[in-house]
């Protein structure tokens, strides 16, 4: 397995295996590896004649400092993950420095108004430190195809914003989400949640279910309401939202429309560890 730290070594390497026919599929990634990143890297080796997982925590898409400082960094066993679905993947493991050159600071995007929705009121910021670092990343591997999961479904949408705006040559793919055997969504920060409360967070999916199953019948509304006091009486957890919105847009549902597909949002925290997970509402 090669292993680069800087991307003028990355950059060298790829130009001396690829040619005009080469396909290098992509999968961006803040390391602490779980079996969700492991199934892009599957589809990646698919599809691509070559591919590169980055690993980099990136500085700028964190509002929340010490949300920074605690986020796991596991690069050695990542790479045994890695090795055990092939030798052939390349990793980019950059240091700040390397990716910001010494100006760790975002550029501003206009995503449409994707970037105002949901994650973009709570975490202001947010996206433009998103778009900064993927861009990059864009720039430095020269990907056929980047793979992201649909776990950060509005970090999706956005991407592919951003690649249709500034007209990057590269297909974006969304990849389905991996859950714990409890329907828990797998993150990252699950191995900041003790035994516990990794077992009660199955209460989020759970509740994700319930609601696609209400809102054939109810409103986005009605929803909602139920959500929010399913969580009122749950001490354990504190619902930061829940939001019914346009698959497209992004926009709340306010009524409902046949032409269009809905999805539900939901953030929550469990003892200060903020947690995410979506679900299609088709």
């Given at each position: 397995m090669?292993i680069?730290?800087?991307?003028?070594e990355?950059?060298?390497?790829?130009?001396?295996?690829?040619n005009?026919?080469?396909?290098?599929?992509?999968?961006?990634t803040?390391g602490?590896l779980h079996?969700g990143?492991l199934?892009?890297?599957?589809?990646a080796?698919k599809?691509?004649?070559?591919?590169?997982?980055?690993i980099?925590?990136?500085?700028?898409?964190?509002?929340n400092?010490?949300?920074?400082?605690?986020?796991?960094r596991t690069?050695?066993?990542?790479?045994?993950?890695?090795?055990?679905?092939?030798?052939?993947i390349?990793?980019?493991?950059?240091?700040?420095?390397?990716?910001?050159?010494g100006?760790?600071?975002?550029?501003?995007?206009?995503?449409?108004?994707?970037?105002?929705q949901?994650e973009?009121?709570?975490?202001?910021?947010?996206?433009?430190?998103?778009?900064?670092?993927?861009?990059?990343?864009?720039?430095?591997?020269?990907?056929?195809?980047?793979?992201?999961?649909?776990k950060?479904?509005?970090?999706?949408?956005?991407?592919?914003?951003?690649?249709?705006?500034?007209?990057?040559?590269?297909?974006v793919?969304?990849?389905?989400i991996?859950?714990?055997?409890?329907?828990?969504?797998?993150?990252?920060?699950?191995?900041?949640?003790?035994?516990?409360?990794?077992?009660?967070?199955?209460?989020?999916?759970k509740?994700?279910?319930?609601?696609k199953?209400?809102?054939?019948?109810?409103?986005?509304?009605?929803?909602?309401?139920?959500v929010?006091k399913?969580?009122d009486?749950?001490?354990?957890?504190?619902?930061?939202?829940f939001?019914i919105?346009?698959?497209?847009?992004?926009?709340?549902?306010?009524?409902?429309?046949?032409?269009?597909?809905?999805?539900?949002?939901?953030?929550?925290?469990?003892?200060n560890?903020r947690?995410?997970?979506?679900?299609?509402?088709?």
């Amino acid at each position: 397995m090669l292993i680069f730290n800087t991307q003028n070594e990355l950059v060298s390497y790829l130009a001396t295996v690829s040619n005009a026919t080469t396909t290098i599929g992509f999968v961006p990634t803040m390391g602490a590896l779980h079996q969700g990143h492991l199934s892009l890297l599957s589809d990646a080796l698919k599809n691509n004649s070559i591919v590169v997982m980055s690993i980099f925590v990136n500085p700028t898409q964190f509002n929340n400092q010490e949300d920074l400082a605690k986020y796991p960094r596991t690069l050695e066993t990542d790479i045994e993950k890695i090795k055990s679905v092939s030798d052939k993947i390349i990793v980019y493991a950059p240091s700040v420095e390397d990716i910001y050159n010494g100006n760790t600071v975002s550029q501003h995007f206009d995503f449409d108004g994707l970037e105002n929705q949901m994650e973009g009121q709570f975490r202001p910021g947010h996206f433009n430190g998103v778009g900064t670092i993927v861009k990059r990343l864009f720039e430095i591997v020269k990907p056929t195809h980047a793979y992201f999961g649909e776990k950060d479904f509005q970090q999706l949408q956005i991407v592919k914003k951003m690649v249709e705006k500034a007209k990057i040559p590269v297909k974006v793919i969304g990849c389905p989400i991996f859950r714990e055997p409890n329907g828990l969504a797998m993150s990252s920060r699950n191995e900041r949640l003790s035994d516990t409360e990794k077992k009660e967070a199955a209460i989020i999916y759970k509740t994700l279910l319930q609601a696609k199953k209400l809102f054939p019948t109810k409103s986005a509304a009605a929803v909602s309401h139920w959500v929010k006091k399913t969580f009122d009486q749950n001490s354990n957890f504190t619902l930061e939202y829940f939001q019914i919105a346009d698959e497209a847009s992004l926009l709340p549902c306010i009524r409902k429309s046949k032409n269009k597909k809905y999805r539900a949002f939901i953030a929550v925290f469990v003892n200060n560890i903020r947690l995410i997970d979506t679900i299609s509402l088709k």
